[in-house]
């Protein structure tokens, strides 16, 4: 998921990431229908190819978000979204046929940060908070070539230090194990600083030394989208796409899932504890109420066919 202020660049990036355009024949809202507009939820879908590992992988974007005068709540239709996907998840899972699982949750969402500015605005703070518990957030900082040297690295201090000052969680790098590679170390060290991500994003061909390559040119120079000296633009890609994806489902699966599964069954089951609580009175009372009828418990059968479900989806990796 991307999510953040119109013109912080998400469109470009995403077709950066996965070198396609996914927002092909996509009409910009004029200044007056912005005003108000309301946040809506877009899924496109891309197919990409990495180590001759063919992935299906389904961007949702937010257009909308914090376009309107008064953007109170705006976060809301993104939360429910996310709440969504879980249950329809959880829906699917209490079924009996549990092979084929098709995972919709949101693993991963990239917000936006404004380069301009001294920090997180209000509205990131709010966002933040409401959905730190719900999906794996990567800060990033969009157009990034707006900043000098100096100003970027004032920048992603001054956004680390309000994070930790808001209590926000973002998504946190797992720790390499003792036997990893050195030079995985290093990569890994590298990513966890760079938070937040200061990314470009170009669909343009530009030349540069005879080389073609894809970047933005201005009359001082020219900025290269893959030079990890302009930008984290490789290291974000490497992250998302190499090295931290089956993390980021990992985190989702172990974490963000099973606190939404936890409340579900807590609810559940005060609602029929309740239900046979009152059913209990109305017998005692003697009052001609009718009576709610509760789910009977499973019998032994049942509970050994949903303990050999269980033990089939826990050998299989869900995507």
Aim: charged content about 30%; aromatic content about 8%; proline content about 5%.
């Amino acid at each position: 998921m991307v999510a953040g202020e119109s013109g912080l660049g998400k469109s470009t990036l995403i077709n950066s990431l996965f070198l396609t355009d996914l927002y092909r024949g996509r009409e910009l809202p004029s200044p007056e229908e912005r005003v108000t507009q309301t946040v809506e939820i877009v899924k496109q879908t891309v197919d990409i190819q990495e180590k001759g590992v063919r992935l299906r992988l389904t961007v949702v974007d937010t257009p909308g978000f914090g376009d309107a005068i008064n953007n109170e709540e705006c976060w809301k239709p993104v939360a429910d979204y996310i709440d969504q996907q879980f249950e329809q998840y959880f829906r699917d899972e209490s079924g009996l046929n549990r092979k084929n699982l098709q995972d919709t949750r949101v693993h991963c969402c990239l917000y936006f940060l404004s380069p301009l500015g001294h920090g997180l605005r209000p509205l990131d703070v709010e966002f933040l908070r409401a959905l730190q518990d719900r999906v794996n957030i990567v800060p990033i900082l969009g157009k990034a070539d707006t900043l000098t040297p100096k100003e970027l690295i004032l920048k992603k201090t001054k956004i680390r230090e309000e994070l930790d000052y808001f209590g926000i969680q973002i998504y946190q790098f797992p720790d390499c194990d003792s036997d990893q590679d050195e030079d995985f170390k290093i990569q890994d060290m590298e990513l966890k600083k760079s938070i937040p991500f200061a990314v470009i994003g170009s669909n343009t061909v530009v030349e540069v030394n005879g080389k073609r390559v894809r970047g933005r040119l201005y009359p001082w120079g020219v900025v290269e989208v893959e030079n990890e000296k302009h930008c984290d633009f490789v290291k974000l890609r490497t992250m998302l796409i190499r090295t931290h994806m089956q993390d980021l489902k990992d985190v989702t699966r172990e974490t963000h899932y099973e606190n939404y599964r936890a409340q579900c069954i807590q609810s559940l089951t005060q609602r029929v504890v309740r239900e046979r609580n009152r059913n209990k009175l109305t017998r005692e009372s003697g009052t001609d109420f009718p009576i709610p009828s509760v789910p009977p418990s499973p019998d032994h059968e049942t509970l050994k066919l949903i303990r050999e479900k269980d033990e089939e989806v826990s050998d299989q990796s869900l995507w």
